[in-house]
């Protein structure tokens, strides 16, 4: 995980002051990544770069509640796959679905929608984000730990198994390994996530995924 | 035999964060399949509740994603092998769709700034080429 640069927080700081420069300066840094991400997606380049524009639009639009603390590419392909969603959705291709909309990460700057599911557990904004944060910074100490060490397949398994939801065999597959080491490095690493959650004192029912091999 | 649609590909499907083929290869699912819709479905109300997944939060953060300047030094073929290979299996076959975005930037930054190479090399060349003894 890659935290907001000083140069990403002095230009953020800068735009908050009004300053056009610094505006410029995030347009020239930023379009081309977030122009690439959504014309993949979509057939005409003019469209791509209306999307592009309606997610400056926006960034700016949320700036006020903007955490400097997120890193701003993040957060700005956020808003570029929000916006993605808003416009796909228009044209038929994404389904139109009765809850909350929208790719997560991005409703710190949609505004709450009224038609909203009843929740099981009601949490507060704030403490699921501090929830989140304590997993976060778990997985991260622990990928660091592995890529300090040079473990790299480590990483690529836990990655397969939790990011594409692979089962054990086709990870084990993949990466040319036995089934029994993709169990062991799972086994492993929700064991220190656990380890990590339970000293923040957080509520099992908040991560279930931990526990469902203990 | 087409892979199945997983549970943790709803979720990057639902992010916009699959690469555009599986993209287009879920929404295509999605039309005819009401099993599929409704596990879409239950992933909302899930998230509406506040229940996160390891895969979910992860991506998200983008935890395991390499640094721009990461992403730079492998087109420069400046990587070790091991973080050479993990960047090739991040962008290959977990398919981070924002890594490829940042790389088909800077391969394009790249390729821009080559030609201005060129250019100027040629301004050189032509500027002092009649000089060559003949």
């Known amino acids: 995980m890659t935290p907001p640069s000083e140069s990403d927080l002095l230009l953020t700081q800068r735009i908050r002051a009004g300053e056009a420069d610094a505006w410029s300066e995030l347009i020239a840094r930023f379009e081309g990544r977030l122009l690439a991400f959504v ?7 003019a469209v791509a770069e209306d999307v592009v524009q309606e997610t400056f639009i926006g960034f700016l639009t949320s700036l006020p509640n903007y955490d400097d603390s997120r890193p701003l590419e993040t957060y700005l392909f956020s808003i570029a796959a ?11 291709r994404r389904p139109t679905l009765p809850l909350v909309p929208g790719p997560v990460g991005s409703s710190s700057f949609d505004p709450a929608g009224p038609a909203r599911a009843a929740s099981s557990i009601y949490r507060s904004s704030e403490r699921r984000q501090i ?14 730990h592995w890529r300090g060490r040079g473990d790299w397949r480590k990483i690529q398994c836990a990655e397969l198994l939790f990011v594409r939801g692979w089962p054990n065999k086709q990870v084990a597959a993949a990466l040319d390994i036995s089934e029994q080491a993709v169990a062991n490095t799972k086994f492993d690493f929700l064991a220190r996530l656990r380890t990590a959650i339970r000293s923040q004192l957080l509520p099992r029912d908040v991560f279930p995924e931990l526990y469902e091999v203990e | 035999m087409a892979a199945p649609i997983r549970q943790a590909d709803l979720e990057a499907y639902l992010d916009e964060a699959l690469p555009a083929d599986q993209m287009a290869r879920v929404e295509r699912a999605l039309r005819n399949d009401e099993e599929l819709l409704a596990k879409l479905k239950a992933i909302y109300s899930r998230r509406d509740s506040g229940v996160h997944t390891l895969g979910e939060i992860w991506r998200r953060h983008r935890l395991s994603c390499p640094s721009r300047q990461r992403l730079g030094n492998y087109l420069l073929g400046a990587l070790s092998d091991d973080e050479e290979d993990y960047v090739v299996f991040h962008l290959e076959t977990i398919g981070c769709r924002y890594c490829r975005a940042s790389l088909n930037d800077l391969e394009k930054q790249q390729a821009e700034a080559h030609a201005d190479v060129e250019q ?8 002092s080429a009649g000089l060559l003894k003949k």
């Open chain 1, 82 to 92: 929000h916006k993605l969603t808003d416009h796909l959705r228009r044209e038929g």
């Open chain 1, 131 to 144: 929830e989140e944060q304590a997993l976060v910074e778990a997985i991260d100490g622990q990928l660091r």
């Open chain 1, 39 to 45: 014309e993949s997606r979509l057939r005409s380049r």
């Open chain 2, 120 to 127: 100027r090399r040629r301004k050189y060349f032509q500027s």
